[in-house]
Nanobody, 116 residues
Framework: QVQLVESGGGLVQPEGSLRLSCAASGSIRSPNVMGWYRQTSGKQRELVATKGSNGVTYYGDFVKGRFTISRDNAETTVDLQMNSLKPEDTAVYYC??????????WGQGTQVTVSS
């Protein structure tokens, strides 16, 4: 079992920046993918960014170069640097871990609010 703990959400003005962090613990196995998803009320959870233990990254179409995902060498943390934030980026952001087979875990979610 894998546990995820997120930090770094909060309130930021439009065009501001935030950095989200997620720390994984427990039965971490390779290969794996860690990343971030987000969800707003009444909408499906959507992919923001993921990065595999092989280094391959994916970003949601809406990111458009504004966000950068990174992982530490030990593959136990994943960070999301978010720049040029827009009000439509307001959502609950969830950390995700996907290991071999059906191994998967979600964080508890952290609120990001972009507002003046």
């Amino acid at each position: 079992q894998v546990q995820l703990v997120e930090s770094g959400g909060g309130l930021v003005q439009p065009e501001g920046s935030l950095r989200l962090s997620c720390a994984a613990s427990g039965s971490i196995r390779s290969p794996n993918v860690m990343g971030w998803y987000r969800q707003t009320s009444g909408k499906q959870r959507e992919l923001v960014a993921t990065k595999g233990s092989n280094g391959v990254t994916y970003y949601g179409d809406f990111v458009k170069g504004r966000f950068t995902i990174s992982r530490d060498n030990a593959e136990t943390t994943v960070d999301l640097q978010m720049n040029s934030l827009k009000p439509e980026d307001t959502a609950v952001y969830y950390c995700n871990y996907q290991g071999p087979g059906v191994q998967q875990a979600w964080g508890q979610g952290t609120q990001v609010t972009v507002s003046s």
